[in-house]
Every structure is written in C-alpha cells, then in structure tokens.
C-alpha cells in the first residue's frame, strides 16, 4: 500500500476517535447542565421531587403537626400506579413521575377537606420513601395543592401506621416520640413499640 495512503488512512481513523470523544465530552457536559437548570427551575416554579435532600427532618409529633395543612387518619383503599403529573406552580410545565394512592379519609384531625377521599403521591425516585400498602391505616401529615395530589411532608415520616388502634412505632418515625413513650410502649425486642391512636391525637391537637 503506498505511504501516503497509509498515513492518510490512519490521519483520518485519529481524526475519528477525537471527533467522537469531543462528542461523547459535550453530550454529557450538557446533560449535567440541563439537569442542574431543571433542578434549580423546579426548586424555584413547583413541588421539588430531590426528597433524600430537600424534605425537612422531623423531631417531634409537635414540629410535623405545625408543618402542614392537613392532617388526616384513612386507609389506603387503592394503588392507583405510576403517573406523570405536572407539579409547576406557574404556567410553564414541569412533569415528574409518581406512585399515586387513594386514601379514604375516617377522620379530619386537623385542616379542612371536603372530599371523602384524596389522593397521594411520592416520587418514583425516592428509594427511602415508607410506601403506602392497600389496605393499611394510618395517620397521614400532607401537603394539599390545587388539582394535584397531596404530598407526604416526610416520605418516611409522616405516614403513622396504625394496628389495632395503635400507632407502631417504626424505627422511621421513632424520633417522632419522646423516650417516655418508646418506653411505656416497648413489649419486647422483637415487637415493635406501639401508643394509642387517639393520645398521638391529643398530642397534635393540644399543641
């Protein structure tokens, strides 16, 4: 094979590898800029769906309870499965997935709602969310917004399973309670600890 034609083959083949790791370099330059200006958009226009991050920790039945609009005791009475829901607070719209549920609600604790049942979403992406069972009751500490469905304030916290009307303590919202109740309601290490629904009531509602 003549010489020339032998450096112009592999002139070009470099020329090749280049152009496609410059190419490969700015898809992901761009990828990580676009992400980063949907975050910021979506922290600044609606619900921001980065909950292992931006979701407030709780310490106490007192601190959840003041956080919301509405505090609610239900049972799941239906999954209603993964939908994409415009979650933007202007007219710009911002989609994001989420695992939708049905709650029907026994009693109004606090807040004003009129339906008998809502509706709840968590984001498909947060891995450490306490995902609601059909079936289950529970006290739930929500977020209400206007033809979107209510937000958890605290995927891990703010869902209280109730069990023989009793609220378990589960290792996800034991900081929730003082170590007096942890203590009265301890029943052995395999068990987990329990208080009556209706003192978490009054402890909400005499605040």
Not at 65 to 92: H, R, Y
Not at 124 to 130: I, L, R, T
Request: hydrophobic share 35%.
């Amino acid at each position: 094979m003549n010489k020339n034609i032998r450096k112009y083959i592999s002139c070009m083949l470099t020329l090749t590898l280049l152009l496609i790791l410059f190419t490969s370099c700015s898809k992901e330059k761009a990828t990580k800029i676009t992400e980063k200006a949907r975050r910021e958009e979506t922290t600044e226009t609606g619900f921001n769906p980065e909950s292992n991050y931006d979701y407030q920790y709780f310490n106490s039945i007192e601190e959840i309870a003041n956080d919301g609009n509405l505090i609610i005791e239900g049972e799941v009475v239906s999954d209603d499965g993964l939908q994409s829901i415009n979650t933007s607070l202007t007219e710009q719209e911002i989609y994001f997935d989420y695992y939708v549920y049905t709650i029907k609600i026994d009693n109004i604790i606090e807040g004003e709602y009129s339906e008998e049942n809502i509706q709840i979403k968590i984001h498909n992406d947060d891995f450490e969310a306490v995902i609601p069972k059909v079936g289950e009751k529970g006290i739930f500490f929500l977020e209400t917004y206007d033809n979107v469905p209510a937000s958890l304030l605290n995927p891990q916290q703010a869902l209280l399973e109730i069990k023989d009307d009793k609220v378990v303590i589960t290792e996800e919202v034991s900081d929730l309670f003082n170590e007096e109740d942890k203590i009265q309601s301890r029943s052995g290490n395999t068990v987990p600890n329990e208080v009556p629904v209706e003192d978490v009531i009054n402890q909400i509602k005499n605040r």
